[in-house]
């Protein structure tokens, strides 16, 4: 959990969203958040001392900013920050996040922002049995340990060598994820210990067409038990209330029969064939729920 520092009182209440600010208060109180009003400072050791005096570590906090100088100092601090003013987007260019209004923030929102300052993985959805959330690098051993399992990659590419797929994971936690929001994720049991496999959704460029594209690889172990059906069909529900696509693509190796059996129980029907990356594929397509 962390604790919510705030400085802007006076741009809260000239905004007109004082009324809003309370509820928002109320909302975090009740999600464990201990909210700080801070004291108006004139430099980052003045800031520290408040902090200090009231038990508050850079580590736990995130700070709701009304200026550039406080948005340098939650930088020297390393505290996760948010920029807050309606009209001040020249004024906060450095804000990691600018918030120009208070109407959809709420203790997730927040959160999230926390957790991708200090790069703690989000957890996207839950099944009955399953976990999916993104992958940090301490999951590579684990992504390798899977991907080495018998008939894994018969039909899929590889890992990339250990150091090189270190760096590829980092880039794509730091590209795709932080810009996105979505992307391949991996798949746990309900108590986070064991890697079951990877599912999730990327965007693809087909021609002048951005597409998105389903993707799932699960643990032999987890064969034949519904697992992958359980988790798919969760990342389509999730896909259709939060992006804006009107269909979701999937590409199978033709001899890939549990695969082409998984699409069909899941909604997909057959487009015909294409070639990627020098093979042929079957190229599924479904439409998405709660797209029009």
């Not at 200090?52 to 900013?65: K, Q, R, T």
């Not at 993985?121 to 051993?141: A, F, G, H, N, Y």
């Not at 998984?262 to 594929?281: A, I, T, V, Y």
């Amino acid at each position: 959990m962390f604790r919510f520092l705030f400085y802007p009182e006076g741009k809260i209440r000239q905004s007109g969203e004082w009324g809003r600010w309370l509820e928002l208060c109320r909302e975090l109180s009740e999600a464990g958040v201990s909210v700080h009003r801070m004291e108006p400072a004139d430099s980052r050791q003045e800031l520290q001392k408040q902090m200090d005096a009231d038990g508050i570590s850079a580590e736990d906090s995130l700070m709701l900013a009304s200026s550039q100088q406080e948005l340098l100092w939650a930088e020297a601090l390393h505290i996760a920050a948010v920029g807050y003013g309606q009209n001040d987007a020249g004024e906060l260019w450095n804000a990691p996040v600018l918030l120009q209004g208070l109407g959809e923030a709420d203790y997730s929102f927040f959160y999230r922002i926390y957790q991708r300052f200090h790069r703690i993985p989000w957890t996207i959805l839950e099944t009955q049995r399953c976990m999916v959330r993104e992958l940090s690098l301490k999951d590579v051993d684990a992504l390798f340990e899977l991907y080495e399992k018998p008939h894994v990659t018969d039909y899929m590419e590889t890992l990339y060598p250990y150091e090189e797929e270190l760096a590829y994971q980092e880039k794509y936690i730091s590209q795709i994820y932080y810009y996105y929001g979505y992307g391949m994720w991996l798949v746990w049991d309900k108590t986070g210990t064991r890697l079951m496999g990877r599912a999730g959704v990327e965007q693809r460029n087909a021609g002048e067409d951005t597409q998105l594209e389903l993707g799932y690889v699960f643990a032999p172990e987890y064969w034949h038990q519904g697992y992958a059906a359980e988790v798919c069909r969760a990342i389509l529900a999730w896909a259709g209330e939060n992006l804006e696509f009107d269909f979701v693509e999937a590409l199978v190796h033709p001899d890939n029969t549990a695969s082409i059996r998984l699409l069909e129980r899941l909604g997909f029907c057959c487009q015909g064939q294409l070639q990627r990356d020098g093979s042929r594929h079957l190229h599924y397509r479904r439409k998405l729920d709660g797209q029009s």
